[in-house]
């Protein structure tokens, strides 16, 4: 498909769009000086329990440092309770993912896609920017697009296209979720400490009781967490790779 111009200013403009914007890392580092104002973290995740697992620890420690996080799910989990309708799965993964908001302090907001059935296309396209735009965010969190699972990647697509197509500045950072099963091929540029917060990280993913929390810990979350923290030199920390990039935005934790 032909690119426009138009399209290709607005993507150098966006990638370039970190320039004047602080980055994550600094904003959790000049908070504890009181020197940062309060900034709009959106998560966006495929189904319930990705951004908890994928990102959770970071979320955490953005909200206790004062900023306000939004997470909207993509899905409901309609298809990820074996012996229950979609119906019902929705309406048990729509109260673990409220309780495990309020443990990491964020707001939910459910898209209304179907779990197993996501789709990419404009109309899903113009829902997720208007979704987005309304937070106005300063960074925004989503699924690195190499993965496994389709949900995953549709999630990361639309977030990728949003944050193309946005008006408002922002930083779009990347998790990883289940390595090696589901992301792949990550190669992170950040690192957050998230050693403070691992706990609490815990406490939100149990909240998932309907999708094995202890399961998902063995697909690799405890690994990834240690691994990790040993990458950055501390107890446990969370990776990503910025949209924006290091020079632009990206910290140099270091
Ligand atoms: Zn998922």
């Given at each position: 498909m032909k690119v426009?111009?138009?399209?290709?200013?607005?993507?150098?403009k966006n990638a370039a769009g970190g320039l004047g914007l602080v980055s994550l890392p600094s904003i959790l580092?000049?908070?504890k000086l009181e020197r940062i104002e309060k900034k709009k973290i959106v998560c966006v995740g495929g189904h319930p329990d990705d951004p908890e697992s994928g990102c959770g620890g970071t979320l955490a420690r953005l909200a206790k440092s004062g900023h306000d996080v939004t997470i909207i799910y993509l899905t409901t989990g309609e298809a990820g309770i074996e012996g229950?309708?979609?119906?019902?799965?929705?309406?048990?993964?729509?109260?673990e993912a409220i309780k495990a908001c309020d443990v990491i302090k964020a707001k939910p907001v459910f898209a209304g896609q179907i779990d197993g059935d996501?789709?990419?296309?404009?109309?899903?396209l113009s829902k997720i920017q208007n979704l987005v735009s309304i937070e106005k965010p300063d960074i925004v969190f989503t699924h690195w697009p190499i993965d496994s699972h389709k949900d995953h990647q549709i999630a990361s697509l639309l977030t990728i296209?949003?944050?193309m197509r946005s008006q408002q500045k922002f930083l779009l950072y990347f998790f990883e979720v289940c390595a090696g099963e589901q992301t792949m091929t990550f190669h992170p540029t950040d690192y957050i400490d998230i050693t403070d917060t691992q706990e609490q990280k815990r406490k939100a993913l149990y909240c998932h009781a309907s999708q094995d929390p202890p399961g998902i810990y063995a697909c690799g979350h405890a690994a990834m967490e240690e691994f990790r923290g040993r990458e950055l030199g501390v107890k446990a920390a969370e990776a990503f790779i910025c949209m924006n990039g290091k020079k632009q935005g990206g910290f140099n934790f270091f």
């Amino acid at each position: 498909m032909k690119v426009s111009s138009k399209s290709r200013r607005q993507f150098v403009k966006n990638a370039a769009g970190g320039l004047g914007l602080v980055s994550l890392p600094s904003i959790l580092q000049a908070q504890k000086l009181e020197r940062i104002e309060k900034k709009k973290i959106v998560c966006v995740g495929g189904h319930p329990d990705d951004p908890e697992s994928g990102c959770g620890g970071t979320l955490a420690r953005l909200a206790k440092s004062g900023h306000d996080v939004t997470i909207i799910y993509l899905t409901t989990g309609e298809a990820g309770i074996e012996g229950k309708s979609h119906a019902e799965s929705a309406d048990i993964r729509k109260q673990e993912a409220i309780k495990a908001c309020d443990v990491i302090k964020a707001k939910p907001v459910f898209a209304g896609q179907i779990d197993g059935d996501t789709i990419m296309d404009n109309a899903w396209l113009s829902k997720i920017q208007n979704l987005v735009s309304i937070e106005k965010p300063d960074i925004v969190f989503t699924h690195w697009p190499i993965d496994s699972h389709k949900d995953h990647q549709i999630a990361s697509l639309l977030t990728i296209q949003t944050w193309m197509r946005s008006q408002q500045k922002f930083l779009l950072y990347f998790f990883e979720v289940c390595a090696g099963e589901q992301t792949m091929t990550f190669h992170p540029t950040d690192y957050i400490d998230i050693t403070d917060t691992q706990e609490q990280k815990r406490k939100a993913l149990y909240c998932h009781a309907s999708q094995d929390p202890p399961g998902i810990y063995a697909c690799g979350h405890a690994a990834m967490e240690e691994f990790r923290g040993r990458e950055l030199g501390v107890k446990a920390a969370e990776a990503f790779i910025c949209m924006n990039g290091k020079k632009q935005g990206g910290f140099n934790f270091f």
